[in-house]
């Protein structure tokens, strides 16, 4: 079955600087990769997803990658704020399938 | 759209009690999901549903755990005979059907402890 790789475990940058969180997948049939943040005490929210005939997907500050040949997808924040603290999951899902395979999680601190 | 909302936020439990958790997803959504998150771990899937048909079930739903989703739209989880490696929050999630795949949007969850 599927398998998520997520890097790294914590992640602390001073604000206003980028932060970039990394993924790779064990399966080449997955097509959907959706990005969550989950605050304390909160269910995970989504933030940006990428499907797998897209290359590159931004919003405002947030933009996804992902290289279907290598199998890794990157989260990339840019001028972070103090509110972008949280825990990020990136999660994959296989074409036919429904379920959702999360990596272990990144936490990021933006230091003020 | 009120998102997907879950009962209780918190149960507190003596081990081999039974427990149940209720889940209201976004109304017009037609697939419901339930998810575990153990401390520290990304959320791991348990089953899901569309409409009042439960279409898989992972091999993390043991004999102890059933789901329900009698008129497809709420749904339960209970989990009978409760035991310590039970404790966990527990996600509900749901989403649109279709021919490609629509994203999922999860509650809040309910956090289980078991004493």
């Known amino acids: 079955g599927e398998n998520v790789e997520q890097h790294p475990s914590t992640l602390s940058v001073q604000e206003g600087d980028s932060a970039v969180i990394k993924c790779t997948y064990s399966?080449?049939?997955?097509?959907?990769f959706p990005w969550y943040k989950q605050e304390l005490g909160k269910g995970p929210q989504l933030i940006i997803d990428i499907r797998s005939n897209v290359g590159e997907k931004k919003d405002q500050r947030i933009a996804v990658t992902l290289n279907k040949t290598a199998k890794h997808f990157s989260l990339h924040i840019t001028e972070t704020q103090p509110e972008d603290s949280a825990v990020y999951f990136c999660?994959?899902?296989?074409?036919?399938?429904?379920?959702?395979?999360f990596g272990q999680g990144t936490r990021l601190t933006i230091n003020p | 759209d009120t998102g997907v909302s879950q009962d209780p936020r918190h149960k507190i439990t003596k081990r081999g009690q039974n427990v149940t958790f209720r889940c209201d997803p976004i109304s017009e959504h037609n697939r419901l999901y339930w998810y575990r998150q153990t401390l520290g771990q990304g959320p791991e899937f348990l089953t899901y549903?569309?409409?009042?048909?439960?279409?898989?079930k992972s091999r993390l739903l043991s004999d102890r755990f059933s789901a329900e989703r009698p008129k497809g739209s709420f749904s339960t989880l209970e989990i009978q005979r409760t035991e310590q490696g039970d404790s966990a929050m527990y996600l509900c999630?749901?989403?649109?059907?279709?021919?490609?795949?629509?994203?999922?949007?999860f509650g809040d969850g309910t956090r289980l402890s078991i004493l």
């Open positions: 399966d080449s049939a997955s097509n959907y």
């Open positions: 549903f569309q409409n009042e048909a439960q279409l898989e």
């Open positions: 999630a749901s989403s649109l059907a279709g021919t490609v795949g629509q994203p999922q949007h």
């Open positions: 999660a994959a899902r296989t074409q036919g399938a429904q379920k959702l395979v």
